[in-house]
Structure formats: structure tokens, C-alpha cells
């Protein structure tokens, strides 16, 4: 087997890591790698999933090596964190003579990249996404601080450096590809940048595997009444997730039918979503909430009519590939999502999967309600083939497949 190193600074045991890292590399060790996976976990989270994580690698060549998330101070833990790992990864790569470095975002690109220098390896920057904006434009870095300004281009030059120096670049979407290739960094290597959008596991996000008797239970659970329309939201709302937007729209649908309910399976704080629909008059009736488990979701999905999601536009945004949306078109539900978001509305306009719609423009969300029937009524097949066509997890496998072959020969 070919030893390949990981490097996430996200954790595991969080949602995104079950979802985005541990399916992946179980697909990759089944053609022949064998992974040394190291992640910063979360304290709480990691007591809470650390042995179902561990049950989930074990029949795979896949050995993990959690390290401890710190949070503070800022800015110095996550440099501390990086030295932590540079660390473990050099002793890693030394004893099991690793050939491949694989890091997934701009923290765990600075190690890998220097193990490439230090140790000759073939090194992929998996980006995921304009990192350093994102903090910029999440409120996160305020550049008129000194040091958030400096702590920027420092992390800017050295995505020059990566996007420049790595062996092979993945980016999640077509637009910030473009991006990179206007800006003409990677020279030569141009060609070597390979687009893998956020896969869906298809086999768990499929209406078939879900039997009547799951989603009746699921119905009482929520207590969703039968037979009036429900839009649903799903995943974290957090920093880039247009809630107030979200519920605008909501407001305007309720307008044209006035029994409909949103249901947000989230683990946001219900308190939060009832306050700011308190604002708009949105009765609370019609307002429903459940922090769902992954192995709930598609269960809950299939009472949904409708999915809704928007995000702020910024320009980190075209990097972007929302995990959700390939799970809601795997259940062969239709969608509206605003436009400018990474390839969001061009796999939606290419599927027929939904609306995509310009929230600068005051009558989108009235023209999209109007749809609402049309909607209904695309077929189920239709959104799934476009789920299974463009985010299945067997393609972004293979994906990663070729360029892992790639760079061994």
C-alpha cells in the first residue's frame, strides 16, 4: 500500500469531518493507500464521537492521530497548533516513509508544504475555499486592527505560495479555478488543478432507503400536520448563512399560503430563528426546529416540499460548495438558492433542480413563489440524476483517485 499523510485542522468528530474527510478516505484506502490521519479535535465533541469515529476507521487502513484543538489566545494557538502538528506529521511521514502529503485548507497547507521542502514529498493543497477572505468578510479579521491586517497578508502570501508551489491544487468549484488561473500563478502547473466539489454520500441520501414507517415517525416527532407545504432549511446557519433573508422569503410565501411551515434542522438555538422570525410577525406555529443526527436527516428531508438556502455573496463565496446542496438533490428535493455562490446556481440551472434567484432584486422572491407549484412538480428522478451526476461520492473518490496516480508516476 502507498502511505499517504492527511492533515486536517479541522475535526473529526465534527459534522463536516464525518462528512467531508472520513468518506473519502475510506473510498481512497479501498484502491490501495493506507492513511495516517492527523485532526484537531474539539474537547467536548471528541468525548462525545471519539469511539464512533474510531469504529468507523477501524476496518480501514486508516490510522488516526487526534491532536487538541486550542482556541486562545487567538492567532498564537492556531500558529501553536501548527507547530504541533509540523511535529507529529515529520515523525509520521519519517517512519512510515510517506510519499504523499494531503492537506486539506490553508493551516495544514503551511505544514505540508514545508514537509515537501524538508522531505521531498508530493504535496496536494486541497483549499477549499479563499480562507484568509473568508475570515476578512465573516467579521472574523478586522483589518482595521494592526495585527488581524498583518496576520492577513501574511496568510495571503503564503496562498501565493501554495496555490504556486503544490504539487496539485484542489478546488472545490469551477469559479474560483477560473479565479486562479486568471490570476496565473501556478505557471506551468496551470493544468494541474483538479475541481472536486462537496460530495454527498448518495447511499444515505437516498428516498428509496427511507421506509414509510421512519419519516411517519419523524412526523410525529417534529409534529408536522399533514398536507400543507413544508420548506425546509438545513445545517449550521453560523457566520455565512442569510437567515433574516431566509426568513424574508418565508414571510413572502406565507403570503400565498398561509398554513405552510419552515423547518430548520439545525443545531442553531431555536431562541435565535424565533427571534428574528418574531420580528417579521411570522406566527411561531409556523416555525419548527429539530437538531437532527446525521442518520435522521434523510428521514426528515422526505417531508420536505422544498429546500431554501441563502448565502452572503462575498467574494470568498466563489470558492464555496455547500455540503447540503448535494444531499437535498440526492432526496430528490427541488431547491432556491441566490446566485454568485460558487457553482451553486450554475448545478441548479444545468439540473432544473430549483430557482436560483438575485436577492438585489426586490421581486425575486415573489417571482419564485409563484413557482412553488411548478417546483412540486419536477420530477424526483431529474433532481436525483443531477445529484448522482455531479456530487456523487464514487466520482469525487475516483477524482482524488487520479491524482493521487498522478503524482506517483
Known amino acids: 500500500m502507498t502511505e499517504v499523510l492527511y492533515l486536517s485542522y479541522d475535526g473529526l468528530t465534527d459534522p463536516l469531518g464525518q462528512s467531508q474527510v472520513i468518506p473519502y478516505l475510506i473510498g481512497l484506502s479501498a484502491k490501495g493507500f493506507h492513511f495516517h490521519l492527523i485532526s484537531f479535535e474539539k474537547p467536548e465533541a471528541y468525548r462525545k464521537e471519539h469511539a464512533h469515529i474510531q469504529e468507523l476507521l477501524k476496518p480501514h487502513p486508516i490510522q488516526w492521530h487526534p ?87 501574511y496568510f495571503k502570501a503564503k496562498e501565493k505560495e501554495m496555490l504556486s508551489g503544490a504539487d496539485f491544487v484542489i478546488s472545490l468549484t469551477e469559479n474560483a479555478k477560473n479565479e486562479i488561473d486568471a490570476r496565473k500563478i ?48 438545513l445545517g449550521a446557519i453560523g457566520t455565512w448563512y442569510m437567515l433574516e433573508e431566509m426568513l424574508d422569503f418565508f414571510k413572502v410565501f406565507l403570503n400565498r399560503y398561509p398554513d405552510a411551515v419552515f423547518l430548520f434542522i439545525t443545531h442553531e438555538p431555536f431562541k435565535n430563528i424565533i427571534a428574528q422570525a418574531t420580528l417579521r410577525m411570522i ?40 455540503t447540503k446542496q448535494g444531499e437535498i438533490m440526492g432526496m430528490g428535493k427541488p431547491l432556491i438558492c441566490n446566485m454568485g455562490i460558487g457553482d451553486t446556481d450554475y448545478v441548479v440551472d444545468k439540473y432544473g433542480a430549483g430557482i436560483s434567484i438575485d436577492l438585489n432584486d426586490p421581486k425575486s422572491m415573489e417571482r419564485a413563489v409563484e413557482k412553488y407549484e411548478d417546483l412540486k412538480n419536477i420530477p424526483e428522478a431529474k433532481i436525483i440524476h443531477g445529484a448522482v451526476d455531479f456530487y456523487s461520492l464514487e466520482s469525487g473518490v475516483d477524482r482524488y483517485f487520479t491524482v493521487y496516480k498522478k503524482l506517483l508516476e
Request: aromatic share 8%; hydrophobic share 40%.
Open 67 to 153: 491532536l487538541t484543538y486550542t482556541k486562545k489566545p487567538p492567532i498564537i494557538s492556531t500558529m501553536r497548533d501548527l507547530l504541533r502538528m509540523k511535529k507529529r506529521a515529520v515523525e509520521i511521514a519519517t517512519k512510515h516513509k510517506v510519499k504523499i502529503v494531503h492537506c486539506r485548507s490553508y493551516v495544514s497547507g503551511l505544514a505540508g508544504m514545508a514537509l515537501q521542502k524538508e522531505l521531498g514529498l508530493k504535496f496536494i493543497f486541497d483549499m477549499r475555499g479563499f480562507w484568509a477572505d473568508e475570515r476578512v468578510e465573516g467579521g472574523l479579521w478586522n483589518l482595521s486592527n494592526p495585527l488581524y491586517k498583518a496576520v492577513y497578508r
Open 186 to 233: 501556478r505557471n506551468n502547473n496551470q493544468h494541474q488543478i483538479q475541481v472536486i466539489p462537496c460530495c454527498a454520500d448518495l447511499a444515505h441520501f437516498n428516498p428509496g432507503a427511507v421506509t414509510k414507517e421512519a419519516a411517519n415517525k419523524m412526523r410525529s416527532k417534529i409534529n408536522i400536520p399533514e398536507k400543507v407545504p413544508v420548506i425546509c432549511y
Open 283 to 322: 406566527p411561531e406555529k409556523n416555525i419548527m426546529h429539530i437538531a437532527a443526527r446525521r442518520n435522521e436527516v434523510p428521514a426528515i428531508l422526505s417531508l420536505c416540499d422544498l429546500s431554501v438556502f441563502f448565502i452572503k455573496p462575498t467574494f470568498s463565496k466563489r470558492a464555496s460548495s455547500p
